[in-house]
């Protein structure tokens, strides 16, 4: 027997004080997501109906301030960071098939954009929505009348 075989099986990666500290801090971090998100669910909504209200058919820029913000967070918190300490920095291969989540909802979007410049069922639901927005936007700049001017 040779003294390289009793060796345990090194890897090139990280040791195990690494490890337990990767998890750790993955930990961490997954709080860190977890607060921010659960904290962008009602904001957002916020933002959205608020940039809705105060643009009428051209949208304040509320909600993607927020986005901005909620990027720069992403990016801080750095969820999966440590995965470089085995595999480097990310490259092509650690891409999904499709990009991301934004692509898909593209794909989706240019079939309902083509139903509707067809004049499919989507047109008739547009039109609704935007003549319901519309009223919603009217109604919010509507000055509000005062209980002593009655």
Do not use: C
Not at 104 to 126: H, P
């Amino acid at each position: 027997m040779s003294i390289e075989s009793e060796e345990p099986d090194k890897l090139d990666g990280p040791d195990r004080w690494t490890l337990i500290r990767d998890v750790a801090v993955f930990q961490v971090k997954l709080l860190f997501d977890g607060f921010r998100d659960l904290l962008l669910l009602p904001v957002s909504l916020i933002a959205g109906f608020a940039s809705l209200i105060k643009g009428g058919r051209n949208p304040s820029s509320d909600f993607y301030d927020l986005l901005r913000v909620g990027r720069r967070s992403e990016r801080w918190i750095n969820l999966f960071g440590a995965a470089s300490h085995l595999h480097g920095p990310a490259t092509d291969e650690d891409r999904f098939p499709v990009d991301d989540v934004d692509e898909m909802v593209s794909r989706v979007e240019s079939y309902v954009v083509d139903e509707y410049r067809r004049g499919g069922v989507t047109a008739q639901a547009k039109e609704r929505l935007d003549k319901a927005l519309d009223l919603v936007h009217k109604k919010a700049r509507r000055p509000k009348r005062r209980e002593d001017e009655a």
